[in-house]
């Protein structure tokens, strides 16, 4: 296999700031890529960094990095847009400048952030605990010693007899050592004061306290007094407001950086039959240890559950560890919520839980950190496996087909449609890999955990189908909190919607496949409303000019009773997901008793739902079409199937299933 070097040759404007730097990092992780301050002719690629340096083509494909326009300087505003219109790809940092480019050239345009080193930088709230313990235990360090591995949480104690390293100040360093903490914590069972609570006060700094003492006169953060449990909810839900700032920022790291370029070097390679050869990126492995906390022995299971992968969407997992820790501590296992950025596993931990294969690179560097630092330690993984074989259809053709086409008749798009789902049922199957190496990975996480938990019969299926060499497997199905009693007595005006309208959930992105609906209503009188975030901004303007004013996105909600109230007002909610895990979404939303409800049965969903809701063939506008038009009336909520609904919401169950898995794992 001939290998060429140097496909991509970077010009750089000079040395020694943040653009050799980003150029740097291209060149040091992908063996095609190489930069300099000068041209170099002979490169298949030319990128300019930034696009000042461009001169004249000398290159078959030329791209540029537009970083910002100088509006209030005419002639480098016009220099701006004009390099733009004759390179054949422009990247943009921001979305501000790409709207900008969009209006002036018809080049390809991409945005692509510069990254920071994320594992340089921690959200992790600081607790201090001040004072000295006594013989007693009164001072609470027992509640400090099941708190110690909390997730998300950096400890500081400034006396002696807590189970953690204590550091040692004076009356004088005292102040500096409140303000550098987010939270005092007074972990006591009572006390006279304790000083410690005015004192962080006056530094500004807040109070976790019980009703001991004076606490009540002051504006602390309140939890039963010995209650860890309590407390632990409460420094998770803390936690979890630095974690959200932390994930508005998850995709500016130098990984997406190199991932994002590394994606559009191949697609231009590919295009243009170049051979690059077997080297590829590979992301380095997460910057973390294993570490022995002060937990001593316990008698009952001691087990963590990790949520790895999926970014912080408030579904899936996420949603779904918090519930089954509360519930696995009551059955007395010792039940941790541990995260990535802060997996200082307790001492004697015996089972370790990973939720989601995705990616399976990072899941791969946790088994094998595991193996090797703790090997004692059984490992079950929950895969949430999609089915990805027909990825290049829906996602890869598709997608770019109607975005890049966006001003085609109903008709044009109906004949796409019919057109590759006769592909999906005639073609072999190709295992889409959305990262390098991911199958290769996932075959080996398959093959080194002890078990897998699988969401459905299809999900175990689809495992044995594409990967050999499995562990044993489990079937235990997702599970909801039933809060279809719910209700909220204002409901906001923006979430008031006039006439009929078709509901769906879920992120804005071709793997949800919106598309279908929005095909599928054209030119009715029936509106599309859509709750989720939008991921992928051209995608949703496709759906947006279909639609015109019928349709109406409102974005992410968190609010269950403003969900629940929308569910019973629209005519259906909708899932016509291409691929899922057994969607939570959909789950909720058969409790919610919504009027209809349709679906795709690719899923597993008959498994969950049988005859309860109503199905069909994501491919096929048509019956779409003809599904909503039928049964106009609306007024009856969907009859409620109790043996369904509880089993839905039964967490008892649930729980049971996987407290006796880990029992058996470690036996």
């Given amino acids: 296999m001939q290998k060429i070097k140097n496909t991509v040759h970077i010009v750089i404007a000079d040395r020694g700031w943040i653009i050799e730097q980003m150029a740097s990092k291209l060149a040091s992780e992908l063996p095609y890529v190489d930069y300099d301050i000068t041209e170099n002719p002979a490169a298949y690629v030319q990128y300019y960094m ?8 000398c290159s078959t494909v030329e791209m540029g990095l537009f970083t910002h ?32 480019l969009k209006k002036h050239t018809q080049s390809q345009i991409k945005i692509i952030p510069p990254g920071i080193d994320l594992n340089q930088y921690s959200a992790n709230i600081r607790v201090g605990v001040v004072g000295r313990t006594y013989w007693t235990g009164r001072k609470g360090e027992e509640v400090v010693a099941k708190l110690i591995s909390c997730p998300n949480v950096d400890w500081y104690f400034t006396g002696n007899g807590w189970p953690h390293p204590s550091i040692s100040l004076t009356d004088e360093q005292m102040p500096n050592f409140y303000r550098q903490m987010d939270y005092i914590l007074v972990p006591a069972y009572y006390e006279g004061g304790p000083m410690c609570v005015p004192e962080a006060l006056a530094a500004g700094t807040k109070v976790i306290a019980p009703d001991v003492g004076w606490c009540k006169d002051f504006p602390c953060i309140f939890y039963e007094v010995g209650n860890w449990q309590q407390l632990s909810g409460i420094l998770s839900s803390l936690a979890t407001e630095r974690l959200e700032l932390r994930e508005s920022v998850s995709d500016y790291s130098w990984d997406n950086f190199v991932e994002k370029h590394d994606r559009l070097f191949r697609q231009i390679f590919s295009e243009a039959e170049i051979i690059i050869g077997d080297s590829v990126y590979k992301a380095p492995p997460a910057k973390f240890t294993l570490s022995n906390s002060p937990l001593g022995k316990s008698h009952s299971p001691v087990v963590g559950l990790l949520m790895h992968g999926e970014k912080k969407s408030g579904g ?12 696995l501590r009551e059955r007395n296992f010792e039940a941790f919520t541990l995260g990535v950025d802060n997996i200082a596993a307790i001492r004697d931990i015996q089972v370790l839980h990973i939720f989601n294969s995705w990616p399976p690179n990072r899941v791969k560097e946790l088994v094998l950190n595991f193996k090797q630092n703790k090997p004692e330690t059984k490992i079950i993984l929950s895969p949430i496996y999609l089915d990805l074989a027909h990825h290049w259809l829906w996602n890869d053709w598709l997608r770019n087909y109607v975005v890049n086409n966006y001003y085609l008749e109903l008709d ?32 080996w996480c398959m093959s080194n955990v002890d078990y897998l938990i699988c969401l459905s019969q299809c999900e175990k299926e689809r495992l044995r189908r594409d990967f050999s060499n499995l562990p044993p497997i489990e079937i235990i ?62 995608y949703e303007s496709v759906i947006a000019s279909i639609l015109g004013d019928n349709y109406h996105p409102l974005g992410r909600i968190d609010e269950k009773a403003v969900i629940n109230k929308l569910c019973r007002q629209a005519r259906a909610v909708c899932f016509m997901s291409w691929t899922e895990g057994m969607s939570l979404a959909l789950i909720e939303t058969v409790i919610s008793g919504a009027n209809r409800i349709i679906t795709t049965s690719r899923n597993g969903e008959q498994e969950y739902l049988g005859d309860f809701v109503e ?38 169950a649930h729980t049971e299933n996987t407290a006796q898995l880990y029992q058996k794992v470690i036996q």
């Fill in 477 to 538: 199905p997702n599970v909801t909190v039933n809060n279809s009693e719910i209700e909220q007595q204002i409901l906001d005006e923006s979430y008031q919607i006039e006439g009929e309208f078709i509901l769906v959930i879920g992120r804005i992105e071709a793997r949800k496949n919106q598309l279908s609906l929005a095909l599928a209503l054209h030119g009715s009188n029936i509106k599309l409303v859509t709750i989720g975030k939008s991921h992928d901004e051209e």
């Fill in 50 to 57: 930034t696009y000042a340096k461009f001169r004249q083509r």
């Fill in 316 to 327: 899936g997992p996420s949603t779904r560890i918090p519930k089954l820790v509360e519930k």
């Fill in 615 to 652: 199905y069909v063939n994501p491919w096929d506008i048509d019956s779409i079409k003809t599904l909503i038009d039928s049964k106009a009336d609306t007024t009856n909520a969907l009859q409620v199937d109790e043996k369904i609904i509880k089993n839905l919401t039964d967490w008892d």
């Fill in 412 to 443: 044009q798009y109906k004949e796409c449609f019919n057109t590759l789902a006769k592909f999906e049922v005639s073609q072999t199957r190709w295992l889409h890999q959305p990262q390098r190496h991911y199958l290769d990975n996932l075959q």
């Fill in 69 to 100: 326009v100088e509006d209030f300087v005419p002639a480098a505003t016009d220099r701006f847009f004009k390099i733009a219109s004759q390179l054949d790809i422009c990247i943009c940092m921001s979305k501000k400048y790409a709207n900008s």
